[in-house]
């Protein structure tokens, strides 16, 4: 089955500056890849996502980009800021829509932007 | 947008007891539901898959004898957690999917387990 691997673990930045949280999946037949902020005791909350034919997505101050050939995926926030502090999640999902969806996560990356 | 309602948000029940989580789909027909645990500090770990009107796969690993899974209808899917023990406290929380992926994988707002 799928396996997400993600790093780092815990990332601390200065606010103002970048981070990139960076995930490799296992099943070449994955085909969406969206990214979670969950923040202590509640719901994942979806920030961004991607499909297997596009290359990279950005929203903001968030990007994502994919790369199929090396199975890895990458999350980059610019511009920090103390409220994007929190746990985030990589996951995978083969056949996205089809009968066979489940979504993997990977194991989550605590990042701390300090003021 | 979609919502998935969980309930009870919170539970505390006694060792040996069972305890039965809900989620309903409010404004669509969740064709499929994840049931997910997460341990403190830990990612979120897929227990089982159940697509409506039929039985659930589980992943391995999972007793499925333990965590029983209901998805009768499009609209609530249940999870029960049979003969609790302290190691089955947790976080459970759902995620739905309608019909060729619809609606994307919405997340119920989740359930924090504590068995004493």
């Known amino acids: 089955g799928e396996n997400v691997e993600q790093h780092p673990s815990t990332l601390s930045v200065q606010e103002g500056d970048s981070a990139v949280i960076k995930c490799t999946y296992s099943?070449?037949?994955?085909?969406?890849f969206p990214w979670y902020k969950q923040e202590l005791g509640k719901r994942p909350q979806l920030i961004i996502d991607?499909?297997?034919?596009?290359g990279e997505k950005k929203d903001q101050r968030i990007a994502v980009t994919l790369n199929k050939t090396a199975k890895h995926f990458s999350l980059h926030i610019t511009e920090t800021q103390p409220e994007d502090s929190a746990v985030y999640f990589c996951?995978?999902?083969?056949?996205?829509?089809?009968?066979?969806?489940?979504?993997?996560f990977g194991t989550g990356t605590l990042l701390a932007v300090q003021p | 947008g979609a919502v998935v309602s969980q309930h009870p948000s919170r539970v505390i029940c006694k060792s040996g007891t069972s305890v039965k989580i809900e989620c309903r789909s409010l404004?669509?027909?969740?064709?499929?539901m994840f049931w997910y645990r997460q341990f403190p500090k830990q990612s979120l770990m897929l227990m089982a898959t159940?697509?409506?009107?039929?039985?659930?796969?589980?992943e391995q690993g999972v007793e499925k004898d333990k965590f029983l899974i209901n998805h009768a209808s499009l609209t609530l899917s249940t999870l029960t957690v049979t003969s609790a023990h302290p190691e089955d406290s947790s976080f459970y929380i759902c995620?739905?999917?309608?019909?060729?992926?619809?609606?994307?994988?919405?997340f119920g707002s989740g359930t924090r387990l504590t068995v004493v």
């Open positions: 099943d070449s037949a994955s085909n969406y």
């Open positions: 995620s739905a999917m309608g019909t060729g992926g619809s609606y994307g994988y919405t």
């Open positions: 996951a995978a999902s083969m056949n996205y829509g089809g009968a066979t969806n489940k979504l993997i």
């Open positions: 159940s697509n409506e009107g039929s039985k659930a796969t589980y």
């Open positions: 404004d669509f027909q969740a064709t499929t």
């Open positions: 991607i499909r297997s034919n596009v």
